[in-house]
């Protein structure tokens, strides 16, 4: 019987790693185990002493309070999951990793020029959902105890934020979500297929060799290099000798 570490352990790896850092950063943050301050974006904090560039990546890890907290990252969990299991456009790792880095800077540029806003994982919410919808034309999904079109739910999350406390700026906020993944659908998939013209974003060559690169785990007897995932095993003999043919037995 699989424990909860191997079912853990079994689930996507990105959508795993992005899901736990949301849940165990807004456990902490909202338990004053630590400090909110770094999961803030202002364009003045990168230029403070320590630069803040780790408010890149922060200020999408803090989800509402309360229940917000295993809702939101229930929503993380599954979308990316849809995404880097079923979606046809994410064919490898580093095509969803520039994916979230392409859409998120989009969502801060958008939100620092229009709503002033610091925290934006509604924001990316609202981006994955509709992405991983777009595959969904023609089925229906449940919100709650409604059954809509799939490519209807990222406009009934932005309604439903109407229904909270300073819901028109969160609908702001997911709004420019929504922007962001309808710009990289139309840089990767519209304009290639209806324009005729090539991906005009595609997956850097440096995320590629990053996530190809051999790591080196440590072991009790020494170190292991562990080779990229699809390389094929090599062994002593020349590639002449291991081919297939009729045997001959000797004698």
Known sequence: MPSIADAYWATPPVARTVATAVFASSVGVYTSMLSGKPFYFHWRLLWAFPPGIHRFVTSF???????????????????LSQLEKNNSK???????????????TIIIT??????GAGHYLQALLIAMCYTATQDQRGQNAHFYILTIPAQLMPYCLLLVQLLFPGGWQQVQIGL???????????????YPEFGNGPNLIPTPWFISWLMTTPRMNKTVYGSAIVPPRGTPRSGPLPDSWKTT???????
């Open 61 to 79: 890890l803090l989800t509402g309070p309360g229940l917000s907290v295993l809702f939101d990252t229930y929503f993380v969990f599954t979308y």
């Open 90 to 104: 994410f064919t490898r790792k580093e095509d969803l990793i520039w994916y979230l880095m392409f859409v998120g």
């Open 110 to 115: 958008l939100n620092q020029i229009f709503t």
């Open 176 to 190: 420019t979500g929504l922007v962001a993944a309808h710009l990289h659908d139309f840089l990767t998939r519209l």
């Open 245 to 251: 043919g009729p045997g001959r037995r000797l004698g």
